[in-house]
């Protein structure tokens, strides 16, 4: 869902520079503190967690009576990936709950098909002359950095309303076998808000690919995160390949990272059974088993999926009027001079704001010095590098409504000055 301003008001905005001068001393005099940057829970959101302090309490057993304290169960406790199985849309044989951090789980994933290969790939990935991979932009930086740290390259697509191009992704992997996979965040994607429709999915997941072992790495951070009474539903990947033929193409991720904790949450893998055997072939090299205690401790605050269900509107109810306050002040400021471009995203983390193309990173500057930190200009496209220069990442879930307001309100200051500068040359 994105809001669309019309063209800017080029005359407005240069007549107004002295004033908006004016206005960014006046804001720079304030000597704020404020940090738009990561997409963190909020201490008020950690919060309501704060009854799994005291859990598991003296129950060192799980259902079946496993002693969760000791080693084994490399496939996580039975009754919470029964809970994450029905959340998710998969079989819960083809599920397994991990350590803290979905995104060590697609590192591995991913560091293990360079070291190993999946089992049709035709060599392992680092022995291929050149493996690429598709980003749909804007999209999640850490993504990014996985691929670039392995010297993955990445080539971008656009992202749609509805996730991302499919006709532009079926084009490229149809015969280029170096493309070896690509991420996609299904619901609430990081940064715009967008959601992958079950068309945009089917096409996904039913397309032919030259390379054999292709995967879609589906990155399901936000299945649950709503921020509106309308409870999305994720179009079910792993079920949706099975049923077109292509059943190993896609391997689903999710934590409890922004249900729970951040940083002792459950992260979660699920995919065909071939790839959880593969997954699991490597990781029993790697650990004797994950945290159990954490596993029954999360067991036991939910309760069941509808525990989950109810937990996230409790999180929605923090969360909502930040995100209101943030789309209301950039309707409010840059609506008058027809600048910018926003999302107003149904679920997530993130607001995706385009500024006039060429002054993301005046904008990120300008923020910078008036004591606003937001995500680095850039940071939203594979490299680091926005060819427009124009997209910023606004993530308004840490810091207190007052203070996501204060820092709306200068980041708007920055936005109009920044264009009024560009457009009076
Ligand atoms: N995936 C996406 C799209 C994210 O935005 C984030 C965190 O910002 C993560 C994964 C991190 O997940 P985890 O905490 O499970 O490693």
């Given at each position: 869902m994105t809001t669309t301003t019309s063209s800017p008001n080029a005359a407005a905005l240069t007549a107004a520079l002295p004033e908006l001068r004016e206005a960014y001393a006046a804001l720079q005099a304030k000597g704020l503190k404020l940090d738009l940057t990561r997409g963190k829970p909020s201490a008020e959101q950690l919060d309501l967690s704060d009854r799994m302090l005291a859990l598991p309490g003296d129950r060192s057993r799980d259902r079946a009576g496993t002693d969760v304290r000791n080693y084994g169960g490399l496939d996580g406790l039975p009754e919470l990936r029964e809970m994450f199985a029905e959340l998710l849309d998969v079989p819960v044989e083809q599920l397994l709950a991990g350590g803290n951090a979905s995104l060590t789980m697609m590192y591995d994933t991913v560091v293990w098909a360079m070291l190993f290969g999946f089992p049709e790939s035709p060599a392992p990935w680092s022995r291929e002359e050149k493996v690429r991979w598709i980003c749909a932009v804007p999209g999640y930086d850490r993504h990014f950095a996985v691929c670039e740290e392995l010297g993955i390259e990445m080539i971008t697509v656009p992202m749609t309303e509805h996730g991302p191009d499919a006709a532009a992704v079926a084009a490229l992997v149809a015969d280029d076998p170096t493309i070896?996979?690509?991420?996609?965040?299904?619901?609430?994607?990081?940064?715009?808000?967008?959601?992958?429709?079950?068309?945009?999915?089917?096409?996904?997941?039913?397309?032919?690919?030259?390379?054999?072992?292709?995967?879609?790495?589906?990155?399901?951070?936000?299945?649950?995160?709503?921020?509106?009474?309308?409870?999305?539903?994720t179009a079910p990947a792993v079920r949706l390949a099975?049923?077109?033929?292509?059943?190993?193409?896609?391997?689903?991720?999710?934590?409890?990272?922004?249900?729970?904790?951040?940083?002792?949450?459950?992260?979660?893998?699920?995919?065909?059974?071939?790839?959880?055997?593969?997954?699991?072939?490597?990781?029993?090299?790697?650990?004797?088993?994950?945290?159990?205690?954490?596993?029954?401790?999360?067991?036991?605050?939910?309760g069941s999926a509808d525990g989950v269900r109810e937990h996230m509107r409790r999180h929605r109810q923090i969360l909502a009027p930040k995100f209101e306050a943030v789309t209301a002040i950039l309707a409010d400021r840059l609506g008058a001079y027809g600048v910018g471009e926003w999302t107003d995203p149904r679920g997530g983390y993130f607001v995706s704001l385009d500024v006039l193309p060429g002054t993301a990173s005046r904008v990120v500057t300008l923020a910078k010095e008036a004591g606003i930190a937001l995500t680095p200009a850039g940071a939203t496209f594979p490299y680091g590098k926005d060819p427009e220069d124009k997209n910023i990442r606004l993530a308004p879930s840490m810091p207190p409504l007052d203070e996501v307001t204060a820092a709306m309100d200068g980041v708007a200051t920055c936005v109009l000055l920044a264009a009024a500068e560009a457009l009076a040359g």
């Open positions: 070896k996979g690509m991420w996609v965040v299904p619901t609430y994607a990081n940064p715009d808000g967008s959601v992958v429709s079950d068309d945009v999915a089917r096409a996904l997941v039913e397309m032919p690919a030259a390379a054999p072992d292709f995967r879609i790495l589906w990155d399901n951070a936000y299945a649950l995160h709503h921020l509106t009474g309308t409870e999305t539903r099975a049923a077109a033929g292509n059943p190993d193409r896609v391997i689903m991720f999710a934590s409890t990272s922004k249900i729970t904790w951040a940083g002792a949450g459950v992260a979660f893998l699920a995919s065909s059974p071939s790839n959880v055997a593969w997954y699991k072939k490597h990781l029993a090299k790697a650990s004797i088993g994950p945290d159990k205690v954490n596993h029954l401790r999360h067991a036991m605050f939910f």
